[in-house]
């Protein structure tokens, strides 16, 4: 009689072993998709100097536009002189004050060190999310 190498009957779902990395790609392509995981990484790509402020142009609402065209030039989440890692998106969080509308933040690990992030999205006529308000832990 044959035998095989399995380590678990056919069929056999395991909630303790890891998803493959298929489905853990997959799972962080839908989530990248959501509004406030969509523009927090967008947010640290303009802020670390990476795109140009103008990525967010149609974006954002005038007054948080203004607060970026402030922002971007000093790229407050550049990593350290000397070279260093690109600015990671560690953790997007959000709460939904009302309907239409989304309270995130973002941590932003630059280096070795964790950088905060805030910015508030709302929802307009035309169903685009909009950026409204951007906050970051320090400013220059």
């Given at each position: 009689m044959p035998t095989t190498n399995r380590t678990a009957p056919p069929g056999r779902r395991d909630p303790g072993r890891p998803a493959s990395s298929a489905v853990l790609a997959a799972r962080r392509r839908e989530r990248d998709r959501l509004p406030h995981y969509w523009?927090?990484?967008r947010l640290v790509l303009v802020l670390s100097g990476?795109?140009?402020v103008h990525l967010l142009l149609g974006h954002a609402r005038d007054e948080a536009y203004e607060q970026l065209t402030r922002l971007a030039p000093h790229t407050p989440l550049r990593p350290a002189p000397g070279g260093g890692p690109a600015p990671v998106v560690r953790q997007v969080g959000?709460?939904?004050p009302r309907p239409g509308a989304v309270e995130a933040f973002a941590r932003i690990a630059v280096g070795?060190?964790?950088r905060a992030l805030a910015f508030r999205?709302?929802?307009v006529r035309d169903q685009r999310w909009m950026c409204s308000a951007v906050?970051?832990?320090t400013v220059p």
């Open positions: 523009f927090a990484h990476q795109r140009p959000w709460s939904q070795d060190r964790l999205l709302e929802r906050e970051l832990d």
